[in-house]
């Protein structure tokens, strides 16, 4: 049963997030429904009973009310990878998370601070590299110039990862960085 989450969309039916994508677990989904806060757009094919009711289980769920989202997104570790498209903004490679750290351009005992626009990712040995310097002092260079995104950019940003996992029933609703089938 636990195979079975939920996509969770806005009232405008758009997902309330990308990364992480807006899912809910089976549990969340019926008791929403049940209590009326959700519409059910797509069902699986599994059903879930009572001794008195019965019911399939929701693929995909539209909330009845809008969420707008947030005008200032959370300065957090994730949302500074998330901005900087997974990758090293001293030498450009491509990482998981857990072998990103995120470095003070302007270091922090030269009295640079933790903000969106004095953070970026970086990989281990960029960092290593340049250590408590700027980067023109450690002979590097910034790929982008860190910058506070907006709710959008970072939602857009999330576009481009699409997770492992997708059922058939979302992909009406997600709209991914990639080529449509022709017919």
Known sequence: MEAYPALV???DFRPLSYLPLSLWSWQEAVKAAVAGRVNIVSEYDRVIHSPSWQMRLPSVISLKEYIP???KPAFTRFNVFLRDHFACQYCGRSLPVHDLTFDHVIPRAMGGRTNWTNVVAACG???LVKGCRLPR???MRLLRWPVEPSSFELHEAGRAFPPN???HSWRDFLYWDSELEQF
């Open 9 to 11: 969309l806005n009232a």
């Open 69 to 71: 989202a947030g005008r």
């Open 125 to 127: 040995p960029c960092n």
């Open 137 to 139: 002092q450690a002979g």
């Open 165 to 167: 996992y997708l059922h």
